[in-house]
């Protein structure tokens, strides 16, 4: 089995910054792409940035040049830098891992169990 933990939510001012942080651990070949997304009070979950093993990104315009998302292969984890918060990224943030059992396996598609974000003005 393969368990992804969330840590680094919590309250923060508008203004300020917070880093998450997201653990892949279990019976793991390779982790492909890994994400993370967010869902707002009454909205479906949206991606807001992604990462390739190699290390290439991408992001929704709503948090470009705000966050940044990376990663560590050596601890299977990823992180997402959020600084210049606004109250409209409140939401329950979810880390996404695509990983694989071994070198025939199939991609499966795995998440995080959510961590809230709170963005006070």
């Known amino acids: 089995q393969v368990q992804l933990v969330e840590s680094g939510g919590g309250l923060v001012q508008a203004g300020g910054s917070l880093r998450l942080s997201c653990a892949a651990s279990?019976?793991?070949?390779?982790?492909?792409?890994m994400g993370w997304y967010r869902q707002g009070p009454g909205n479906k979950r949206e991606l807001q940035a992604t990462i390739t093993t190699g290390g290439s990104t991408n992001y929704a315009d709503s948090v470009k040049g705000r966050f940044t998302i990376s990663r560590d292969n050596a601890k299977n984890t990823v992180y997402l830098q959020m600084n210049s918060l606004k109250p409209e990224d409140t939401a329950v943030y979810y880390c996404?891992?695509?990983?694989?059992?071994?070198?025939?396996?199939?991609?499966?598609?795995?998440w995080g169990q959510g961590t809230q974000v709170t963005v006070s003005s």
């Open positions: 279990g019976s793991i070949f390779s982790i492909n792409a």
């Open positions: 996404n891992a695509k990983i694989t059992y071994s070198t025939r396996s199939p991609e499966y598609n795995y």
